[in-house]
């Protein structure tokens, strides 16, 4: 694979198309109350190799570091026992793309990743497993996660955005190399931290309703791989259409 297909659908398998059209059995989970849904499945696994395979030659060299260790004062600061507040901690590199002259920017383009993310079956996809109505405009991201990066625990919620704060939906492809032992998203139900799924796969789809607390435990390389590992994450951030947004999820 030389550039990612122009449209998602170009890389699914047979049951991901069966999704797309809206008779799998995970179609609409979301909107039906679960916070979060994963297939190893979706993706076709020929595809989703060579995939694995052009991020690592392709994308490295655009990455940049996001590393956020929890504050010294959140300890030393304490005053009282018990009282502690772990902040948001990150380590993971990310392919910036916020401006379109980026170096990540630039390289995504060249690659097909951009289009492909903003296609109309990757849109497509992120209704049909959500269960929502989604706008088309969505954020993108490219996410690498190297042996031992994680993601502390965090919910995602912006309060500040009146169309976001009732609720949107993620949708994340994963491809991760044969050096990665495990990784794992812990997430909230019933007010614990108490569901756990492996999102170590090669061409998985997974797909969130946030806010939602949840955090990426660390990557674990398999044996004497430390070097070699890394999965890498293909993001889309949807807002839902308006109509949704007022409560009347569909
Ligand atoms: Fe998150």
């Known amino acids: ?8 659908e170009g890389m699914l398998s047979p049951r991901g198309r069966k999704v797309l059209a809206g008779t799998d059995r995970a179609c609409g989970v979301l909107a039906a109350g679960l916070r979060f849904v994963g297939a190893a499945d979706l993706l076709d696994a020929g595809q989703s190799r060579a995939a694995l395979a052009l991020l690592g030659r392709t994308m490295p060299d655009v990455l940049t570091a996001m590393d956020v260790p929890i504050p010294p004062s959140a300890m030393t600061g304490m005053k009282r026992n018990y009282s502690e507040r772990l902040p948001k901690t990150v380590r993971v590199r990310t392919a910036e793309m916020a401006s379109a002259r980026s170096r990540g920017s630039i390289r995504a383009g060249e690659i097909g990743l951009t289009a492909m993310l903003r296609s109309d079956s990757f849109h497509a996809l992120a209704e049909a497993l959500s269960g929502y109505r989604l706008r088309q405009k ?7 996660y190297h042996a031992n990066d994680y993601s502390g625990p965090h919910n995602d919620h912006h309060p500040e955005e009146p169309d976001a704060r009732a609720g949107y939906v993620d949708l994340h492809l994963t491809f991760c190399n044969e050096a990665v032992e495990h990784q794992w998203i812990v997430y909230e139900h019933g007010g614990h931290l108490g569901q756990v799924q492996s999102i170590a796969t090669l061409g ?37 259409q308006p109509s949704v947004a007022e409560g009347t999820a569909q």
């Open 1 to 8: 694979m030389k550039r990612f297909p122009a449209e998602l």
């Open 138 to 144: 969505r954020g993108t991201q490219v996410l690498c």
């Open 204 to 240: 998985g789809v997974s797909c969130y309703r946030l806010p939602l607390w949840h955090y990426t435990t660390p990557l674990a390389a398999k044996p004497g791989r430390a070097q070699d590992a890394r999965r890498w994450v293909l993001l889309g951030t949807f807002l839902d």
